[in-house]
């Protein structure tokens, strides 16, 4: 937390205020809270990276499709309860719908109790997607809160604080997880269940006790997170409506009748799709792709910090930089062509290397380094794609906040690519996808303003 409050400081020593309503101290102590909500959003998210594999032997899983039904029914939830809570959002206020959001992301963690003592994969995939449902609600309501508080000049700088807080918990998260949850004696269970060793009756007894382990840290979550939602209620943080605050500048824009007259923001939210997917599939599939390298699941556990250790560094330089050295989205240009490089070099090398005390192909490494130029792609595209929405505002945050369905459908794509050819590395192809629709909307889809 020292780093993040650092960063912050750092920040708004730099930044000026925009809103003359909102005081210097209550600027500092708004994006506190948001910093503290926006790690909350990386210590629930980010742990999924562990729960497929996890989720894969406890509950006795027999394909990387069904491993990863866990983020589908998660990330998916983006893109059904969106909308709806934008109109959630439009009646009941910015303060109003993060404390409401909270206590659903609670509810959802409290389903793992009862998932855990049946061994239901089906019911924890319904916590997951009820988990899901409350980000949609959150991500929906903070994300354009920290974009239009400050100019929107360095509304990156401010989202990649906002990221260095999220990245924190995502490094955390999978380490915290992984030494709570996943014991010695799992590990024993866990080789004999690979190795074919254990089976029958014994089988089943050995995974009903391993699968209870999830419970003492959802319980806490839970009861944290209703007691957060109520303090941030309650907090001096301003209720700032986004729809007053976005402000057009022009009177063509203001003409425009649908929130689909914004080609911008349309081509804006299909490159977040494409961001947040192959985000996902760098973060959520590393450990299976160690994995199959020869390392068992506590030397794997660590690849997902790595690569988000890549991330918070890649936020920490654009706080440094962004927009005093160079625009956002200039920067949104150069780490998309960062990440189409990385991408060629995952998919086209091969070769023992060995670091940190571990064997293992050259090729995870350039997925390791694929976190540095993800970084920056979220605050490169998020402001380019909102501004000048007026009464839009909410809306298209929430198309944008839709994007984040890709971390869903996209490992799922790589899943079976994967399974079709019987190769992990096969299935990161589609990160060549992914990084080409993104160097387009860094270079010309922004900068679309109708569709003709």
């Known amino acids: 937390m020292r780093v993040s409050n650092f960063v912050i400081n750092l920040s708004i020593r730099a930044a000026y205020m925009s809103d003359t309503n909102v005081s210097s101290r209550n600027y500092v102590f708004s994006l506190a809270m948001l910093g503290a909500l926006f790690f909350i959003f990386g210590l629930v998210s980010w742990v999924n990276s562990i729960l497929v594999p996890y989720f894969k032997i406890a509950c006795d899983l027999h394909s990387e499709v069904q491993g990863y039904l866990a983020n589908f029914a998660f990330y998916i939830a ?27 992301l609670a509810a959802g963690a409290m389903l793992f109790v009862p998932a855990a003592y049946v061994r239901s994969y089906n019911l924890f995939l319904i916590g997951l997607f009820t988990m899901g449902t409350a980000l949609a609600i959150l991500q929906t309501a903070a994300n354009p809160f920290v974009t239009i508080i400050g100019p929107i000049e360095s509304a990156a700088r401010r989202i990649s604080i906002m990221g260095v807080c999220n990245k924190l918990a995502g490094i955390l998260a999978p380490i915290i997880f992984a030494s709570i949850v996943i014991k010695p004696s799992d590990k024993t269970i866990i080789d004999q269940v690979t190795a074919g060793v254990l089976t029958g009756p014994a089988k089943n007894a050995a995974l009903d006790q391993m699968i209870l382990s999830v419970i003492p840290p959802y319980l806490i979550l839970a009861i944290f997170l209703i007691l957060f939602g109520i303090l941030f209620y309650k907090s001096s943080i301003p209720d700032i409506d986004p729809n007053k605050k976005n402000k057009v500048e022009s009177a063509d824009v203001s003409e425009r009748k649908s929130i689909f007259g914004y080609p911008y923001l349309i081509l804006g939210a299909i490159a977040m799709f494409m961001h947040l997917g192959s985000q996902a599939v760098s973060v959520n599939t590393i450990m299976g792709y160690a994995q199959s390298m020869g390392l068992d699941i506590l030397d794997a556990k660590i690849f997902p910090s790595f690569t988000l250790g890549c991330i918070l560094f890649g936020y920490l330089i654009g706080i440094a930089i962004i927009p005093r050295y160079i625009t956002q989205q200039k920067a949104l240009v150069i780490c998309t062509v960062t990440g189409l490089i990385l991408s060629f070099l995952v998919v086209l090398t091969s070769g023992n290397l060995h670091i940190f005390g571990l064997d293992t192909d050259v090729s995870i490494w350039f997925l390791v380094l694929l976190g540095i130029p993800n970084s920056l792609i979220y605050a490169g595209i998020w402001p380019l794609a909102i501004k000048n929405l007026g009464k839009f505002t909410s809306l298209g945050s929430s198309i944008l906040v839709m994007g984040l369905c890709g971390n869903a459908i996209v490992p799922m794509i790589y899943a079976w690519l994967a399974d079709k050819a019987s190769n992990l590395q096969v299935g990161y192809w589609v990160l060549l996808v992914c990084f080409g629709f993104m160097i387009f909307y860094a270079v010309k889809g922004y900068k679309i303003e109708h569709w003709s």
Do not use: C, D, H, Q
Not at 94 to 101: D, I, L, N, P, T
């Open 78 to 104: 983006y893109l059904i309860m969106t909308i709806p809570a934008s109109l959630f959002m439009n009646k009941a206020g910015f303060k109003r719908s993060v404390e409401y959001g909270l206590w659903i």
